[in-house]
Structures are given as C-alpha cells and as structure tokens.
C-alpha cells in the first residue's frame, strides 16, 4: 500500500461546509431529541456528532479483501441494490462510497437548495457553451452531483415521479427486454411506501415498502389555484404517476414527518449490522481492475484516508457511481471509445461507446408573476424562522418541511410536440413562491445561489420583486431532442471529466419552451390567478435588451441566460442489445464484452423520461438486484 497522490484540482474543488452551529447545550438537547441516532464519531470534527456512521459490523476494523459483489456508489441505485442482494445471507457485498454519510441538516427540506455548495456535493461544471447559462456565474453551467451515502438523494429536492408508460415501453422497444412499463412498475411499486390521502388504496401504489413517498405537509393556497387553473384549461388533477395520470397533481415527495427519505434512510440505515453487507464512506473508487486477456473484471482499486487498496470480488463488480461517475471510471479502466482512451493514454480493452450520448432536463425559472396580496406565498423571512424550526421538530411540518417551496407537477404537451403518441414535452413545477423568495435581509438566497444565478443579473431581473409575494412554475423540458456527451480530461482519475450538455443546439428545444412559456401564462391570466392578481414580472436582462419584452426573441433570450438543469443527466452509460452501435450496456446491465461488469444507475437510461431520476435510479437498483439473483441463483 503507498501514499496516493491527490491532484490540486481536487483539492481546491473540494466544497466547505456552510453551516455552523454555536455551542449550545439546549441546541445540543434540540437537535439530539430530534435524531437520537446520530452518534458521534470523530471530536475534531464539529459536525461529527451530528452525521450518521456505518461501522462495520462484528467489530471488523477493516474491510475483508474478497466479496461475492463489490459495489460502487452507495446513492439513489447503489443503496437499493446492496440492500436487496443482502437480504438472505447468500451472498457478501461491499459498498463502496467517497462521499459521507448523513447529517441532521441533510434531513431539513427547507436547505435543500444549500447543500450544492457543501462537501456532499461533486462540484461539476459543464464545458463552456456560448449561448446558454449566459447569466451564471462564470457563463457557465453547474452540474453538481451528491456525494454521500445516499448519493444525490441526498441532496435533491425530493420529487418523486415515474414516468408515463409510453417513456418505458419505447425503451423496452428498442430491444431492452424487461424494462416495458408493466415490468418496471412492479419495482417502483416494491419499494415504495406510499401514504398519500386517497391515492394510496390504488392499485399501482404500496404502503408497505421501505421508501416514505407522502404529499408536502405544508402548501400555500397557490397550489389550489394552479390546479383548478389546470381544469379550466382541460389538465385533470389526478395522481400524476398513475399510468393513466397524464395532468395535474399535488407534488409527491420522498419525505417523511417532514424529514428527507434518501436512498440510504430507505435501504441501508436499518441493515447496518447485517454481517454480509460492508459500507465503506469515503472510499473512492479509481479503477476496476478488468484482465486484458479474457477480459473479466476481478476487482476495484480504492482510495481511503489517501491510501491506496485494492479489494477483489469473487462474482461482480457494480458501477453505481451515478451518470458522471460510472463512464469516468468505465474510461479509466479502458472501457471506452478507443481513440479517446488511448489519446489519454489509457490501454484499451474495449472499444464501447461510454459517454458518447447524454440528455439533461434543463428548466426555466425566469416566468415569474407578481401577486397583489401578501401572505400568500412562501418567503424564507416569513416561514423559515426559529418557531417553525421548533415546531418541524415535533411536529414535521411548517415552512421547514417545504421541499423549496414546490407544490404541484403538471404536465402537458404543447402544440410544437411532434411526438406521434400522447406523452407530455414539458413539465411545469408549480412552486409556492419563486426564486425570488428566498431574498430580502438575512435571508439565504439559497435557490439563486444553488443556480449559480450571477449577483448583478438577478438584482437587474429580479430586485425590484426580491422577498416579494409571487407564483411561478418552472418549466422543464422533458424531451429534448439536443444531445450531449462526456470526455476525460485525461488518465487522472481526480481529475473531473469533460462534460458538454449542448443545451438547445436544436431549435426545436427552444420552440418547445417558448410554446410553454405561452401555456403557463394562459393559465395565469385565469380568474384562479387572477384572484390574486398574477401578474407577469417584465424581467430586464441586460444580455437581452434588443428585444421587446415578452416577445419570442426576448424569451429565447431568457432561457438562453437563466439556463437552469434540473440535474437529470443520463444516457452516457447507455442501454441497449447487442448489435446497438450506441450501447454500453446489454438490458440485464452488463457491460458489452466484458464479464463480471454491470452498471446499475441512472446512466443507463438509454432515452429520456417524463420523470424526475431519483425514482427511476431506485427502481433501476432494485430490478438489478432480481436480475443479478436470478443469474446467480441467489
Ligand atoms: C440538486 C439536485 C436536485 C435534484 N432533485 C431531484 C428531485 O427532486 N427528484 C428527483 O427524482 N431527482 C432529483 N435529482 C436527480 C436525482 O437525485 C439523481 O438523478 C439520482 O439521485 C441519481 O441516482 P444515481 O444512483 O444514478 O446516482 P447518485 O445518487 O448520484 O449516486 C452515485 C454515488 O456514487 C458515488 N461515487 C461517485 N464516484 C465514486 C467513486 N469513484 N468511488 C466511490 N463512490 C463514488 C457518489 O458519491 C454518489 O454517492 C436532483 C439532482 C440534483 C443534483
């Protein structure tokens, strides 16, 4: 074992924490009451006694050097599916994950938008690109991505979505056989515990899984208007993922009693002590060792408190390091295009195309309405005050329970869609308040920042309106029709890839949010808004001055400077069977011409979806989880 070498670049990316809290024994009593779980760890860190640990269990104080499976990346996938191959004692899983475990902070909706910035967060930037994000900082786009145990669950903004069936049976049409809607339903519903006010009787719902799926337990009356707004321009409220619930609905989320449900709250916090599964945070993964000759994969190389250890796995290995993660280290591994890995100088073993296709949901947060009366949206400085604070613990709900104040998903197809069945192209997030509410004195701005949203841009925009009273949706394109891809930058693996999103390289992406843009302002001008005098904010952009307000151009323009993704990058690990030119993976995940290999994350996704992607990520961990103990008779 040597001292590893942690390049510079890590180093100076690594986040710091935003949140410090005074020494204070009724704090300490607070905050103990709340999580008694928590236990403390290390004294020289401050927020240790508020993290969650995953010791070994049996008193082991390190990892044994062979496991039936080693798994990398204990997030939205990679917890469901370490769980599930555990659960009889047929097989022995090591969980690899670089990032920590949980803290009491991660489990308060209301900083969802903080964490971002902190160390649970890879703090990944998309290539340049002229003509998007133009009002972020740097002119840049920020991709980040959650590092913990837990993964992006962690971090996200907790909406849970499925997709509508049509997204799954076109994959399952393209040749992935297994993944028709019918097939992939049975897991959602395996994992899910839904308690939601008369939804959760219906036959595609569960109460008895493992992952809390419940309404907000806290709403502003701006979510009523959105909905009967919605039926007065023909969208049904209905259970949004119901397979026949193509309309409007109340937000879903993966909270319970007002507390984050991420991945490993939901499938690893209970299994801590179960003999046959090891979780190791912060230990990363820099190679899968794979033998060039007959090409079988037979272990991982990992760093842990900067050493370097190697661990090998009797059956498989599983990437589960999420869609930036998983080709990264397919790449370093030699699996990859071939005259990008041997530039790098990299030995290939197989020529695949990783990384090659990538979709993102990118959004537009600019459509913001100002409201003629107070008191009807969230503000941070109205609702996320030290009572509600205290009330959320007891009671779980208050404005701390508020997933960044959204309230409502509606979808809908506009009239640019050329898409030949009845799927929706946009998803509209109806929000309690806008990016705007988080302002005012003292407040976070944490929405802003969370964007990257540049100081001077937003004040021009938005000062006049900031910690006002407003209602806005984000609009979210669900199918684009521009693709990007992923690179490395070179044979480091510290280094972070080269990502390009190619954000609306295709007018059609701009067509389709312009016509969106039209939709939600028909539904503002309805007499449900217009009871609180909704009212469009003429945002000034500097960047888009040449153009009349609220004209095409000028929208165009918007989006092109508040560019925002939702963070839903998938496809660069892409699925697909054998004789697909563009496939990394076969439909049973493993990787094309390389044995003992799987990925099992949202990378795989070979297509977009109508859906949000952390339940899709648990759902994709849990079918890999039977398909694994089907080959392997477990
Ligand atoms: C800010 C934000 C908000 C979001 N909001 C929502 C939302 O509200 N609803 C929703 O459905 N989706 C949301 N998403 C997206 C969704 O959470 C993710 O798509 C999903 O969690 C991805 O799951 P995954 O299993 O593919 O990867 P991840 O959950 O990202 O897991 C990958 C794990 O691998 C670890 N890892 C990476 N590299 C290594 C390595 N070398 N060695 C060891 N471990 C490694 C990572 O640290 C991470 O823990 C959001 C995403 C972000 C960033």
């Given at each position: 074992q040597k001292e590893f070498q942690i390049s510079k670049e890590t180093q100076d990316r690594k986040g710091k924490l935003l949140f410090s809290y005074p020494q204070s024994p009724v704090l300490d009593l607070l905050l103990k009451t709340a999580a008694p779980n928590y236990v403390a760890r290390?004294?020289?860190?401050?927020?240790?006694?508020?993290?969650?640990?995953?010791?070994?269990?049996?008193?082991?104080?390190?990892?044994?050097?062979?496991?039936?499976?080693?798994?990398?990346?204990?997030?939205?996938?990679?917890?469901?599916?370490?769980?599930?191959?555990?659960?009889?004692?047929?097989?022995?899983?090591?969980?690899?994950?670089?990032?920590?475990?949980?803290?009491?902070?991660?489990?308060?909706?209301?900083?969802?938008?903080?964490?971002?910035?902190?160390?649970?967060?890879?703090?990944?930037?998309?290539?340049?690109?002229?003509?998007?994000?133009?009002?972020?900082?740097?002119?840049?786009?920020?991709?980040?991505?959650?590092?913990?145990?837990?993964?992006?669950s962690v971090i996200n903004y907790m909406i849970y979505t499925r997709g509508r069936p049509?997204?799954?049976?076109?994959?399952?049409?393209?040749?992935?056989?297994?993944?028709?809607?019918?097939?992939?339903?049975?897991?959602y519903m395996k994992s899910e515990k839904a308690t939601l006010k008369g939804f959760d009787e219906n036959p595609y719902r569960n109460r008895y899984g493992v992952l809390p799926v419940e309404f907000v337990p806290v709403r502003t009356k701006l979510i009523e208007a959105f909905l009967e707004a919605g039926r007065l321009m023909g969208h049904r409220t209905v259970d949004y993922n119901a397979p026949d619930g193509f309309g409007f609905g109340y937000v879903q989320v993966t909270i319970s009693d007002g507390r984050r449900q991420s991945s490993a709250k939901a499938f690893l916090h209970k299994h801590k002590k179960r003999m046959n599964l090891h979780i190791l945070p912060e230990s990363r993964v820099i190679k899968v060792l794979i033998d060039p000759n007959t090409k079988v994969a037979y272990g991982v190389e990992y760093v842990r408190n900067r050493l370097?250890?190697?661990?090998?796995?009797?059956?498989?290995?599983i990437l589960s390091a999420g869609p930036i993660a998983s080709p990264q280290l397919l790449m370093l591994s030699g699996v990859g295009p071939k005259q990008q890995l041997t530039s790098v100088g990299i030995s290939l073993i197989k020529d695949l195309p990783v990384g090659q296709t990538l979709y993102d949901h990118i959004c537009f947060p600019g459509q913001i309405f100002s409201l003629n009366e107070t008191n009807v949206s969230f503000t941070e400085n109205r609702d996320a005050t030290l009572p509600a604070f205290i009330r959320w613990l007891y009671y779980g709900d208050s404005g701390i329970a508020s997933p960044g104040a959204v309230e409502g998903i509606g979808y809908i197809k506009t009239e640019v869609s050329d898409d030949p069945e009845d799927v929706p192209d946009i998803e509209l997030i109806s929000i309690g308040g806008s990016i705007v509410s988080d302002g005012g004195p003292g407040a976070s701005k944490g929405v802003r920042k969370g964007m990257k949203i540049k100081d001077s841009v937003f004040n021009e925009a938005f000062g006049s309106?900031?910690?006002?009273?407003?209602?806005?949706?984000?609009?979210?394109?669900?199918h684009p029709k521009s693709k990007g891809r992923l690179e490395l930058k070179d044979n480091n693996p510290f280094s972070f890839p080269k990502l390009y999103g190619n954000y609306l390289t295709d007018p059609r992406d701009v067509a389709t949010?312009?016509?969106?843009?039209?939709?939600?302002?028909?539904?503002?001008?309805?007499?449900?808004?217009?009871?609180?005098?909704?009212?469009?904010?003429?945002?000034?952009?500097?960047?888009?001055?040449?153009?009349a307000f609220d004209t095409d151009e000028y929208w165009e323009c918007a989006i092109r400077t508040l560019t925002a993704t939702l963070h839903h990058q998938i496809g660069t690990c892409r699925m697909?069977?054998?004789?697909?030119?563009?496939?990394?993976?076969?439909?049973?995940?493993?990787?094309?011409?390389?044995?003992?290999?799987?990925?099992?994350?949202?990378?795989?996704?070979?297509r977009t979806i109508s859906a949000h992607t952390n339940a899709p990520g648990i759902m994709i961990g849990e079918f890999a989880a039977d398909l694994i103990k089907s080959n392997w008779n477990l």
């Open positions: 290390n004294p020289q860190d401050i927020f240790d006694f508020l993290r969650d640990s995953y010791p070994l269990p049996g008193g082991l104080e390190s990892p044994l050097d062979e496991y039936d499976y080693v798994v990398v990346g204990a997030g939205s996938a990679g917890s469901a599916l370490a769980s599930r191959l555990t659960e009889g004692s047929k097989a022995s899983v090591l969980l690899l994950e670089a990032g920590k475990p949980e803290m009491l902070v991660t489990d308060v909706p209301v900083l969802a938008p903080l964490f971002q910035d902190t160390d649970y967060a890879w703090q990944y930037y998309m290539e340049r690109q002229p003509g998007v994000c133009m009002g972020m900082e740097d002119e840049r786009c920020f991709w980040p991505r959650g590092k913990a145990v837990g993964g992006t049509q997204d799954w049976d076109r994959i399952a049409g393209d040749g992935n056989y297994g993944w028709s809607y019918d097939n992939v339903l049975k897991y370097k250890r190697t661990v090998k796995a009797r059956r498989e290995i309106i900031d910690n006002t009273d407003t209602w806005s949706t984000f609009l979210m394109l669900l949010f312009i016509a969106g843009i039209r939709h939600v302002a028909k539904l503002a001008s309805t007499e449900p808004f217009q009871r609180y005098g909704a009212k469009l904010h003429p945002a000034n952009y500097r960047e888009c001055r040449m153009f697909g069977p054998a004789g697909d030119p563009e496939a990394v993976v076969d439909p049973e995940l493993r990787v094309h011409g390389i044995q003992g290999l799987r990925v099992v994350d949202t990378s795989v996704l070979p």
